[in-house]
T-cell receptor, first 110, second 111 residues
């Protein structure tokens, strides 16, 4: 069964303390892996798409990487405004439906 | 102006009532989606549409119906609302590289 698992469920960091969020997946043919940010009560905001192992994308303090079995979202020197839930989703083959992970809630304390 | 809009943003209704949630987009995308989000369960797909004449069920379509009135409009209906349909509902559109863009959501409470 195709699955997307995100870990940890929640992560509390001090401002400036770098860390990584994990998204592991089991799909037979990865077409794309997507990262989103979601603030409470709001719609998910698209961040990155990764297509193949070894690919990296960066945006401000965030960097997403991809291997054949997982993706990492690295956050460098985070600020309180980076606090949000980060969602990962994968697309398999030509299927337009995305398989979603449950998310990691990131809390950055000042 | 937002690319994907949803109305209403909040709705409280009673068990058994029929309600409609509306979604409009200005992104020019053909693909549109309806999701519900519950705490701890993540996003679950209700229905999706590739164009006005192509509508498909998602993993949790029971108790819901949809209408694609135009490329830019996709509505979700609850024919007879029940309390376990209390959730946050999102509309999304599909981009050219398969990423999806979400609306602000509708918080629905069924009492």
């Amino acid at each position: 069964e195709d699955q997307v698992t995100q870990s940890p469920e929640a992560l509390r960091l001090q401002e400036g303390e770098s860390s990584s969020l994990n998204c592991s997946y089991t799909v037979s043919g990865l077409r794309g892996l997507f990262w989103y940010r979601q603030d409470p009560g709001k719609g998910p905001e698209f961040l990155f798409t990764l297509y193949s192992a070894g690919e990296e994308k960066e945006k401000e303090r965030l960097k997403a990487t991809l291997t054949k079995k997982e993706s990492f979202l690295h956050i460098t020197a985070p600020k309180p405004e980076d606090s949000a839930t980060y969602l990962c989703a994968v697309q398999e083959g030509s299927n337009y439906q995305l398989i979603w992970g449950a998310g990691t809630k990131l809390i950055i304390k000042p | 102006d937002a690319d994907v809009t949803q109305t209403p943003r909040n709705r409280i209704t009673k068990t058994g009532k029929r309600i409609m949630l509306e979604c409009s987009q200005t992104k020019g995308h053909d693909r549109m989606y309806w999701y519900r989000q519950d705490p701890g369960l993540g996003l679950r797909l209700i229905y999706y549409s590739f164009d006005v004449k192509d509508i498909n069920k998602g993993e949790i379509s029971d108790g819901y119906s949809v209408s694609r009135q135009a490329q830019a409009k996709f509505s979700l209906s609850l024919e007879s609302a029940i309390p376990n349909q209390t959730a946050l509902y999102f509309c999304a559109t599909g981009g050219s590289s398969y990423e999806q863009y979400f609306g602000p959501g509708t918080r629905l409470t069924v009492t």
